[in-house]
């Protein structure tokens, strides 16, 4: 039993004709569907070129933790199944076997036609798949590189789209075919013209409907169909436009909400790379910095949240810190890293105010000597601030704002905040914490930050005061039980 979903993609809306039919089949999977629209045709390019795509969109979605991979496209079923499958620890399926099985099991004239992408045909993966099963069936195939189009620009219930199909089938008309394969995923939207062009007697084969047939199979052969008995949950991502791919997708699966996001995925390692797979309970923590990764992480972890560092993202595009507030850049940090990862994520924005300096050194707490992330230098730059300044007019206050970014609430961001008041010293003391930890002292324990264990620290700093106001929203909200 696993409830984790099921992936689908392709190059483009054609993976829709696959999905629709695992919805039907199996609808209680939650699935994750995604087309790379921005890059479509693939029936037209190289081979190699089709297998890096079709690992930058296996990668992107490996991150949702996925339990099963189904290549619903031809042609990236012919460059790339092969070597997915024998890279990835889950089931991989593609379109290419199913649609093959299905068509020796029609044909009784044994001549099967097969109408595919350039490089579908190109590669001969139906003829070597229907010929490693039986010698004695004849395989012609034609590519049809105009249906394509026609399905992406929605003209696929026109009267062009109609005389394109006839004119296209022609020369498959009187060979003594008896069964057609639709080797593209996108061809069943044409169906109906289709089978107008080649005539009532010829049995067209869906591919992409077969190859649920097996999705199906292999999830009961692993033990990993879902036990949930509620619908699935359903989610889209496309490369193009947002709004092409829902005209189309509520048209063609019949359904009137549709949760579609853009998503730029060229960004992606072309080849297999470890990634880490993101379960419903992972939440991402934007930052760079260890100490900080470590105080929110434990929080997080005590309530059974799984807690991941920005360095299992190697690829995701740095945010920069332009806010003139905590508070906008933990927004901008927490914003911009949801959308890149499509998880949750915390962010915070702190820093240390000295009231001697006009609360300086504030938002640039990091960057206060110039060099960012230089704990030794700011420090310095500290106490050379605050060579003529006498003990008793030393109070600083920490402060930590905290944002939770949810990307299925994206404007709904969570905010919470906290401080913590104490002296500066100028004699460090204490090995514990991180950046101004050694000179923050604590009057009512007499001890700096750095002195206290993580734990302690937790309990009175700035941080540990922002996560608990932020457990209490989120509790409230119900978001979190614990
Ligand atoms: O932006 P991220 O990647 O989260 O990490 P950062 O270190 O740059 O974090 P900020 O931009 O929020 O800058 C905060 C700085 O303030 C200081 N600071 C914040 N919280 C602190 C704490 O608990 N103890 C000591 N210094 C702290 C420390 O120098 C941080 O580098
Ligand atoms: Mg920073």
């Not at 039907?24 to 190289?46: M, S, T």
């Not at 070597?128 to 399905?151: E, Q």
């Amino acid at each position: 039993m696993n409830s984790a979903p099921i992936a689908f993609m392709d190059s483009g809306v054609g993976g829709l004709t696959v999905l629709r039919e695992a919805m039907r089949q199996l609808p209680h999977e939650d699935v994750i569907f995604l087309g790379d629209q921005a890059r479509l045709p693939y029936g037209p390019r190289p081979a190699a070129q089709v297998r890096e795509f079709s690992w930058q969109m296996t990668n992107f979605l490996r991150r949702f933790g996925i339990k099963m991979l189904v290549i619903a496209c031809n042609t990236a079923t012919a460059a790339a199944l092969e070597d997915l499958r024998s890279q990835l620890d889950i089931p991989v399926v593609g379109v290419i076997v199913p649609g093959a099985r299905a068509a020796v099991k029609a044909t009784a004239t044994r001549h099967i036609g097969v109408i595919a992408t350039e490089g579908t045909v190109r590669s001969g993966a139906y003829e070597k798949a229907i010929k490693r099963r039986t010698n004695d069936i004849k395989v012609t195939s034609m590519a049809a590189p105009k249906f394509v189009p026609l399905v992406e620009s929605n003209e696929y219930k026109s009267p062009i789209a109609k005389k394109v199909v006839a004119e296209t089938l022609q020369p498959l008309l009187g060979q003594g075919i008896d069964t057609l394969v639709m080797g593209c995923t996108h061809y069943p939207l044409l169906r109906p013209f289709i089978q107008d062009a080649v005539g009532p007697d010829v049995k067209l084969i869906d591919s992409g409907r077969e190859t649920v047939g097996e999705v199906s199979v292999l999830l009961d052969y692993f033990n990993l169909a879902t036990d949930k008995q509620t619908t699935g949950s359903r989610r889209f991502f496309t490369t193009g436009s947002a709004e092409m791919f829902k005209t189309i997708a509520g048209d063609w699966l019949d359904m009137a909400d549709i949760n579609v996001q853009h998503v730029d995925i060229e960004g992606e390692p072309s080849t297999y790379q470890r990634v880490i797979a993101a379960h419903d309970n992972t939440i991402v923590v934007a930052s760079t910095n260890k100490g900080k990764i470590a105080e929110i992480g434990k929080f997080f972890a005590a309530r059974d949240m799984r807690v991941v560092g920005l360095d299992a993202f190697p690829h995701v595009e740095e945010v920069d810190e332009t806010g003139t507030t905590f508070e906008e850049n933990a927004r901008l940090k927490a914003d911009g890293y949801s959308k890149q990862l499509h998880l949750p994520v915390i962010a915070d924005d702190s820093g240390l105010m000295v009231d001697a300096l006009d609360g300086a050194p504030g938002v640039f707490s990091a960057r206060y000597a110039g060099e960012a992330h230089n704990d030794a230098a700011n420090n310095a730059k500290l106490l050379a601030s605050l060579a003529d300044t006498p003990k008793d007019k030393r109070q600083a206050q920490f402060r930590s704002v905290l944002v939770l970014a949810r990307p299925d609430h994206p404007d709904e961001d969570i905010v919470a905040s906290g401080s913590v008041h104490g002296e500066i010293v100028s004699i460090p003391r204490g090995d514990n914490g991180f950046g101004y930890d050694p000179f923050f002292f604590l009057p009512e324990l007499g001890m700096t930050m750095a002195e206290l264990s993580m734990d302690q620290k937790n309990e009175i700093s700035h941080r540990g005061a922002a996560l608990r106001n932020l457990g209490k929203i989120l509790n409230e909200k119900g978001i979190l039980q614990k």
